[in-house]
Every structure is written in C-alpha cells, then in structure tokens.
C-alpha cells in the first residue's frame, strides 16, 4: 500500500471560515483509531471514503453558519409540533462500505420514532439521519454526497456562504430541489434569504422574523 499523501483543502480567502486537509490511502483501522482519539474534540471532524480522509477544522463563521442553519430547523419543528432529534456532528460510519461521516448537523425527522431512546445509532440496524447539513464554503474538499446516499441520507442542505441548496436522493444520487422533503414548508430560496439577513440581524431580530413568516406560512396553507 502507498503511504498517506496529503493535500491542502484551505483557501486564504477561507481561512477564517474552515480549514481542511486531505489524506490519501488510509486504511480502516487508521480511521478508526483516529476518531478514538479524537473522540472528546468537538472541533475536529472526520470523513473517510474508501481510504481518503479528510480532516476538517471548523473555525467560528463555519460553526456560527451551522448552528444558525440548525437552530432554523428547530425553530420550525417547535411552531409545527413536529418532534425531531438533533444529533449534531454525530459520528456515522459502515465498516461494511469503508463509508464514515461527521456531519455539521443532521436532524431525525420523519424516522424519529426509530431512534427513540437511543444514544447511539449503528447505521447496519438503525436508520440514517433524514437530512444532513453541510456548511462547504471552502473549494476542493472531499465530496460527501456519495457516501451519503451509500449510506441512505434522504436530504441533504449545503450552504457554501452565499445559497442553500436543497439535495433529495433519487435513485441512488442526489437532485437538487426547491423544495424540502423533511419539511415542506421550508425551500432553498427561503432558507438563503433568512441567512442573507442574519448577515445584518441580530439572533434575536433574526429568528423572531422567521417565527413571524412560518406562522403566517401556516395560517395561508390552511385557508
């Protein structure tokens, strides 16, 4: 087997956004003992694809992106009465497809009820998170989607900075969307345009004005 080469995902203009490097030939078990290690770091994150690694350091405008993304879908869940579970960055991966994932946040939606109890999910017996969100604003790193939809991610959400795209897997691959499959009452373009705002409202101002056109979304869905 060749040794590890690495490759260098960062961009300046990205510096304070993320920072992401890129190793090749990396076996299983190398991967595995990594995500031992860093077990109690929540500011690393692991992907693997059938011997690439890639290793992502998230810095605060990736994480401030991501949690406001999140914090967006829980805000709809509670004004829909919709139970949902967050499970973060949890680690997922299928030794079975050499497939392993962390996502920036991932929610159990329709399939909430499968996993209720759980503190953990084993993706060979329990189902995958319905929709996964990615924070990408930096170019060149690793592509995500078909370890995704190997692993059955039915939505997938990716802000690079400035669009979110919607991702629903269709036969075997991933087509964008306006519309969410989770939630429907939510789409891409209104998703952008809320985190367009948040670039200029405070937290406060921001998720009071989304509560604000989710209820009104409601009350003219029901006329």
């Known amino acids: 087997m060749s040794p590890p080469t690495l490759t260098f995902g960062e961009h300046m203009s990205h510096a304070q956004i993320e ?11 190398t991967y595995e003992h990594l995500l031992a290690d860093l077990s109690n770091q929540s500011s690393t994150r692991l992907t693997y694809d059938r011997g690439m690694l890639e290793i992502m350091c998230p810095l605060p405008e990736h994480e401030e992106w991501n949690r406001t993304i999140a914090l967006l879908v829980e805000v709809l869940a509670e004004e829909m009465r919709i139970d949902i579970r967050n499970f973060g960055s949890t680690t997922f991966r299928r030794a079975d497809l050499a497939r392993g994932f962390e996502p920036d946040s991932c929610f159990y939606i329709q399939r909430e009820a499968d996993i209720s109890g759980k503190s953990t999910i084993d993706l060979t017996v329990d189902p995958p998170p319905d929709l996964v969100i990615e924070v ?15 692993v059955g991610v039915p939505e997938v959400w990716r ?19 306006e519309t969410s499959l989770a939630l429907p009452l939510l789409t891409g373009q209104r998703l952008s ?17 989304f509560r604000t056109w989710v209820r009104q979304e409601r009350r003219r869905q029901r006329r």
């Open 19 to 29: 920072q992401r490097v890129i190793v090749r030939f990396v076996s299983w078990t």
């Open 193 to 209: 345009e809320t985190l367009a705002q948040s670039k200029t409202l405070k937290r406060t101002a921001l998720l009071r004005s």
């Open 136 to 150: 990408d604003i930096t170019s060149g790193s690793l592509d995500k989607f078909p370890i995704y939809a190997q």
């Open 159 to 177: 802000y690079d900075g400035q669009r979110l795209r919607i991702s629903i897997l269709t036969a075997e691959r991933y087509v964008e969307s």
